[in-house]
């Protein structure tokens, strides 16, 4: 326990000053991870819990009831193994063949099924949504996925407002209407459903709150305000604030991460230059305001002193897949071979920093909410874009299963 809390701690700490090579760490394919995902399974309680983060000290997961915001997020690991074990198989060594993944994912889904008819998760039912959609990837005729991508596309369309023109994100009373920079990656499901049903208007209802998100939530350097206040009835902006970052002026590293990769969605979704643009515009800011030991901090303006700031694992997991998704979405080989290697050197540092075999969780040093003093944690959805991210960078040629190293073809940085 000692050893896992200065493990922790580790986070605290402004490490030696080192430029990271394009290295891809070899810990996203250990044998570890199916085992550790495995044995989560086996742990989730009945009725329906899951996990969402750790506590600070052995690293032990923290279970919840299904009507919490991050639920998609382990089901849709079950998910991500299946992808693993068919781009790599199953052999002894990387111990992917210990379980059946999708059946798993499948039986962890089902807790979710209720919350299609009734939630308290306003505009996160997108994230609710995760799995239907990943089982869509696996079976496009599954009508179970097919019903809850489509009845959580239609409570978030319920949510928008054309005079705001956006998707409320946490409910207030009016004429306060909110929005904050997470919802980018809530509007998949619109497009997905659109895609089942053919119904445009859910298409609109996303183009037109990544318009607004553009004009009102970043500011001209590429940082990101978290939260925009508007007025429900005149949709004029009435505060611009954060919930979860240092200040209302400061950058919320999560949230810039969360708006790289929605903007890339939005670009591959529409191919309309000015979500690329943006996505661009983010990604610049994320990486030019890494510290020189590349881990990526809590928020990128929190002081140094008199304590220095935290990590956030699952902040740089995630920015790691909305950098290789712009990869993908290049056409310059230049463009391409900048944010693969930017997204290989975040995971190499965060792999240094946070990869503990003793927690449950596959990281350590996530920041859920620090104002809230929820910090030096595993979080779910950091391992799940850690895996995704593993996942990602097999299919684009730039590692191999068993070792993770990096594709000759783009050589080192």
């Known amino acids: 326990m000692v050893q896992s809390r200065m493990h922790a701690l580790a986070a605290l700490v402004l490490l030696t000053p080192n430029v990271l090579g394009a290295t ?32 600070q000290e052995a690293g032990d997961w923290q279970f919840f009831a299904p009507d919490t915001w991050t639920s998609g997020f ?22 992917l063949g210990v379980a059946d993944w999708l059946e798993l994912a499948r039986e962890a889904s089902a807790g979710l099924v209720p919350l299609e008819v009734s939630n308290h998760q306003g505009h996160d039912v997108g994230f609710l949504s995760f799995p239907f959609v990943e089982e869509l990837l696996v079976n ?8 809850g991508v489509n009845s ?8 928008f407002n054309p005079v705001v023109g956006c998707t409320r994100s946490w409910d207030a009373p009016d004429p306060d209407f909110q929005v904050i920079i997470d ?25 037109t709150h990544a318009d607004t998100t553009i004009k009102n ?8 305000w978290h939260v925009i206040h508007y007025n429900t009835f005149t949709g004029a902006v009435t505060a611009k604030k954060t919930a979860q970052g240092f200040s209302d002026n400061s950058t919320w590293s999560r949230g810039e991460a969360w708006g790289i990769y929605g903007f890339a969605n939005m670009y591959k979704r529409t191919g309309d230059t000015a979500y690329y643009e943006t996505a661009v515009h983010l990604a610049n800011y994320f990486l030019d305001n890494l510290p020189a030991d590349g881990i990526v901090p809590w928020d990128f303006n929190a002081p140094l002193v008199p304590a220095p700031r935290p990590a956030d694992s699952s902040a740089a997991t ?24 930017a997204a290989i050197e975040l995971l190499a540092g965060i792999t240094k920093l946070a990869w503990n075999p003793s927690w449950e969780s596959l990281l350590s040093n996530g920041t859920v909410n620090k104002p809230a003093n929820n910090f030096l944690t595993g979080i779910v959805y950091g391992d ?17 299963c068993d070792t993770g190293s990096i594709n000759k073809a783009y050589g080192s940085a």
């Open 183 to 207: 919802n980018m990656m809530n509007l998949e499901v619109l497009f997905q459903s659109a895609d089942l049903t053919g119904n445009n208007t859910l298409r609109k209802i996303a183009i």
């Open 384 to 400: 799940y874009y850690y895996i995704r991210a593993g996942n990602e960078l097999i299919s684009m040629g730039l590692a191999s």
């Open 24 to 55: 891809v760490p070899s810990e996203l394919f250990s044998p570890l991870i199916p085992q550790k995902v495995l044995a989560t399974f086996k742990s989730l309680p009945k009725p329906a819990q899951y996990p969402q983060y750790t506590d």
């Open 152 to 159: 959580f596309a239609k409570l978030l369309a319920n949510r």
């Open 318 to 341: 995630l920015a790691a897949n909305g950098l290789l998704l712009l990869s993908q979405l290049e056409h310059s080989s230049s463009l391409k071979k900048k944010w693969s290697d």
């Open 140 to 147: 496009p005729h599954n009508q179970t996925a097919i019903t």
């Open 217 to 224: 939530h970043i500011r001209p350097d590429g940082g990101t």
């Open 74 to 95: 382990f089901p849709s690991t079950g998910y991500a193994l299946n992808r693993r074990k068919e781009l790599c198989g199953a052999t002894s060594s990387n111990q």
